[in-house]
């Protein structure tokens, strides 16, 4: 049974950074495709980013895309989100999420919180 605790939410505000972590345990971190995925008030859960396993293939959401940066270090079990010119529209809930073959492993989330 794989466990993701995710850290690094806070309360940040517009054109500011943050920088999620998510780490793992009691898996093969390394053979897990990794994924960040977010819930804004009021709206579904949605795709933000995704890092394969050896985390030289990633995609992102037109979103986020050239906001956000995805990365992972296999030696230390852990993946992360930097996010840089946030907009209050980044307001949600992040969720990391590992994929043996789909994302079959979640995390409990961190608040991300972007102010005007």
């Known amino acids: 049974q794989v466990q993701l605790v995710e850290s690094g939410g806070g309360l940040v505000q517009a054109g500011g950074s943050l920088r999620l972590s998510c780490a793992a345990s009691g898996g093969i971190f390394s053979s897990y495709r990794m994924g960040w995925f977010r819930q804004g008030p009021g709206k579904e859960r949605e795709f933000v980013a995704t890092?394969?396993?050896?985390?030289?293939?990633?995609a992102y959401a037109d979103s986020v895309k050239g906001r956000f940066t995805i990365s992972r270090d296999n030696a230390k079990n852990t993946v992360y989100l930097q996010m840089n010119s946030l907009k209050p529209e980044d307001t949600a809930v992040y969720y990391c999420?590992?994929?043996?073959?789909?994302?079959?492993?979640w995390g409990q989330g961190t608040q991300v919180t972007v102010s005007s």
């Open positions: 999420a590992a994929a043996p073959t789909r994302y079959d492993y």
């Open positions: 890092i394969n396993r050896s985390g030289g293939s990633t």
